[in-house]
């Protein structure tokens, strides 16, 4: 596999009390690796029964929006063999080779559900009466780990088919169906256009607040490197360039019911609002095999109501409407989450008054998740050895 160059030298690990790093997903496994590559122990406590659960349960069309070469983690490249934009199986299996190149240690079917201090120490509550105490511990739980969908009025009375986009796995159980996605990000974007090819008969994309779309890559530079530049400037200058490049290199869809932003890119992405990344919208968009619609609302019986006060009839909705961090329970009362539920600090730097204690893989930034996974997994090695 691409990046084991030579032998790997034995690390002598420390006896001392171990890192424990709760998820065995890329940012779990990627710290585990760095901090085994300076010597300390590192155990990892996964709840399902293999690394990468999130990524398996992933719609089939998925591929990664960023490129193999910058979505490597620390001490293994991505082969060259899985092509410039990485196929979920794919992922799946790096990140299980990944684990083995590393010799990580891993403990699967082991659910953390509290995590509290103990005096210079950590101690985790764990399924089946489980206390482990570590010298620290990394959270890695996850971006997208609770599906989100929103209590619409009428919602329990719906008499069709709704479903989270977690849910969704291939447009076959559609096909001949009328299907409303809602929510236009990276997410819902493509589904809408794999069910629009996988012969759905109607497909409309409910839309509230319309996003910014951009091209995979322009000339082969791909977007990634433009948003990892990006990051180094503020917005006022970001925006506008943003803003005429997309004037150039995507049409304008206004007459199809998908009008442009009115804030820019970058503001928006400081928001949390991820560009999305064309993979098909824009061609199914103009030919009509995609329609944006106006907001879901309500239900009533069998019909959608949009914000637009039009009614629909689909057989199903599919709701991309995102994912909760879900960190409230396990260490809420540590005061280290701010009020969207997400962490205070990452990488590196642990909350003030929780030393000992670091985050990754939670936010979702223009330069890409796994690039930024493997920057943090450096930090904290480098805070904790």
Do not use: C
């Amino acid at each position: 596999m691409a990046g084991e160059k030579g032998k790997r030298k034995v690390i002598d690990l420390t006896d001392e009390r171990p890192v424990y790093i709760v998820g065995g997903g890329p940012g779990g496994l990627a710290a585990a690796a760095a901090l085994r590559a300076r010597g300390v122990r590192a155990v990892v406590l996964e709840k399902s029964d293999a690394v990468g659960a999130s990524w398996r349960g992933h719609y089939d069309r998925l591929h990664l929006h960023t490129t193999r070469r910058l979505s490597g983690l620390p001490g293994l490249s991505m082969p060259r063999s899985f092509g410039r934009w990485v196929s979920r199986d794919n992922v799946v299996r790096y990140l299980e080779k990944y684990a083995e190149f590393h010799e990580l240690e891993i403990v699967t079917g082991v659910e953390v559900t509290h995590i509290e201090a103990a005096g210079s120490d950590w101690l985790l509550h764990a399924t089946g009466g489980r206390r482990l105490t570590g010298r620290a511990v990394v959270v890695a739980t996850g971006y997208n780990h609770t599906p989100e969908l929103p209590e619409w009025p009428g919602q329990d009375a719906y008499t069709g088919e709704l479903l989270h986009a977690g849910q969704y796995r291939a447009p076959d159980p559609y096909q001949g169906k009328d299907v409303l996605v809602v929510g236009a990000g990276n997410t819902g974007a493509e589904i809408a256009v794999d069910l629009a090819a996988g012969g759905a008969s109607r497909v409309r994309l409910a839309i509230r607040t319309p996003p910014h779309i951009v091209r995979r890559s322009t000339l082969g530079w791909p977007t990634q490197r433009t948003g990892v530049l990006a990051r180094r400037f503020p917005a006022f200058v970001v925006d506008p360039a943003a803003r005429v490049l997309s004037r150039i290199s995507v049409p304008d869809l206004t007459a199809h019911g998908l009008r442009r932003p009115d804030k820019g890119l970058y503001r928006r992405a400081k928001e949390g609002a991820i560009p999305v990344q064309d993979v098909g919208l824009v061609a199914a968009v103009r030919k009509g095999a995609v329609e944006p619609v106006a907001a879901l609302a309500s239900f009533e019986g069998d019909q959608v109501v949009l914000a637009d006060g039009s009614r629909i009839s689909p057989d199903t909705v599919i709701a991309a409407t995102g994912y909760r961090r879900s960190l409230e329970g396990l260490i809420g009362h540590l005061e280290v989450l701010d009020s969207r539920g997400t962490p205070v600090t990452r990488g590196g730097r642990a909350p003030k008054h929780a030393p000992g204690l670091y985050f990754t893989g939670f936010t979702n930034p223009i330069s890409g998740m796994l690039r930024e996974m493997a920057i943090d997994a450096r930090k904290i090695a480098r805070a904790l050895s």
